[in-house]
């Protein structure tokens, strides 16, 4: 099994864990167009219907994702989608899955995929209260953006999406930080203010 293979794998069940939709239709275009060749049954997916659907899916996420509260209800929702397509990209990457076990593929994409998710979940409400609903859309953006480009690297540049991993590491950790250091200053300030209206 590549090197090049498993770091694909694990680049876009990782992204399925951001955005579900966004990676499948990357990876059903681009298997559409021939450029990338996709093991049976997975093939499915470069089919008109499926990519429509995936994109009609896709663009109903990319509004609701953005709204304060309707996000919370989308994450709940798609604990169950975000892991699913995490398997699939992870099985239907070209040359893995002919070389592993079908379900050792699809158990690892799940791992993936869902540890992302959980990660997005737990971290999104956290942004909401702290900027007051304000960051829902802009933290939204971003997730969509490091999943496109997580996707791309991961399928194009394997060596490259470990640096860019990295790098998206580092910055989410920051303003995962940024935001725990806020929230507790909030905090902190409601209770002095009701110590000072108490005494």
């Known amino acids: 099994m590549a ?4 770091i694909s794998a694990f680049g876009l069940a990782g992204s399925a864990g951001l955005n579900a939709y966004i990676p499948l239709m990357i ?3 681009l298997g559409r167009m021939g450029v990338i060749n996709l093991t049976q049954p997975y093939d499915i997916l470069t089919s008109w219907w499926a990519i429509g659907a995936l994109v009609f899916l896709g663009a109903i996420e990319f509004v609701v994702d953005k709204v304060p509260g ?7 929702v798609q604990t ?3 892991p699913t397509a995490g398997a699939v ?10 070389e592993a076990s079908p379900t050792l593929a699809l158990i690892a994409g799940l791992v993936m995929a869902t540890g992302v ?5 737990v971290a999104r409400p956290v942004v909401t209260t702290t900027t007051m609903g304000i960051g829902t859309p802009v933290i939204s953006f971003l997730e969509d953006v490091t999943s496109t480009v997580a996707s791309l690297l991961a399928i194009f540049l394997p060596a490259i999406f470990l640096l860019f ?20 200053q909030e905090s902190r300030e409601a209770y002095e ?6 005494a």
Not at 3 to 6: R, T
Not at 165 to 184: C, D, N, P
Not at 193 to 198: L, R, S, V, W
Request: proline fraction near 0%; charge should be positive.
């Open 27 to 29: 990876v059903a275009i």
């Open 193 to 198: 203010m009701d110590a000072y209206e108490n």
């Open 3 to 6: 090197v090049a293979n498993i």
């Open 70 to 76: 309707a996000d919370h209800v989308n994450d709940i």
């Open 80 to 82: 169950f989608i975000r």
């Open 89 to 98: 990209l992870f099985a239907a990457n070209s040359g893995v899955i002919g």
């Open 117 to 121: 998710h959980a990660t997005k979940a």
């Open 165 to 184: 991993v990295v790098f998206v590491g580092y910055v989410f950790y920051r303003l995962w930080r940024r935001a725990r250091r806020a929230k507790r």
